[in-house]
């Protein structure tokens, strides 16, 4: 990038979404889903014109065009969740003992993992759907975000400790990942 000049970022919105920035807050709108987001920094300039979003920064310094990229990454992810979603695939596995998994509430329940008499538990967070279909678990929503830290969380919670992971493979596992 050069020393001197104005580094900007441009998103297109495609139709049927409506982008609305206020003070660094920007809303995304798509026919059912909504959502919004605080991009706010000091030296960055955020605007809606026509149908493009641009961001852009006078006199940009190394962390303020990675801003720039990373404000314009999550404008588009906003985008992308409002017109199709997003979608992670878990893989249950286990070699002796079945586990049962249930979803209660804004909670992921995971009963028998490795012959546990207690159960273990994973946060679901925001908008996030988690549908079990046999050893598949399938979380969807308008977040990448939040469908991530999800998926994170139930990883975590089958998280073996004090032994071999190359030889105790058990748990649930993320296989794939991506838009609806």
Known sequence: MPISGKS???IQIPEGV????????????????EQSRDLNHVRIE???????????????????????????????NMIIGVTTGFEY???????HFPVKVTVKGDIFVIDNFVGEKFARKAKIIGETKVVSKGDEVVLSGPNKEHVGQTAAN?????????????????????IQKGGI
């Open 89 to 95: 695939k878990m893989k249950i596995v286990y070699s």
């Open 46 to 76: 955020s605007k809606v014109v026509g149908d493009k979003v641009i961001l852009s920064c006078e006199f940009p310094r190394r962390a303020e065009n990675a801003l720039l990229g990373t404000f314009a990454a999550h404008i588009n």
């Open 8 to 10: 900007e970022k441009e």
């Open 18 to 33: 409506t982008v609305t920035i206020n003070n660094g807050n920007v809303t995304v709108k798509g026919k059912k889903k």
């Open 154 to 174: 139930i990883e975590k919670a089958t998280k073996i400790k004090g032994y071999d992971p190359r030889v105790f493979q058990d748990g649930i596992y993320i």
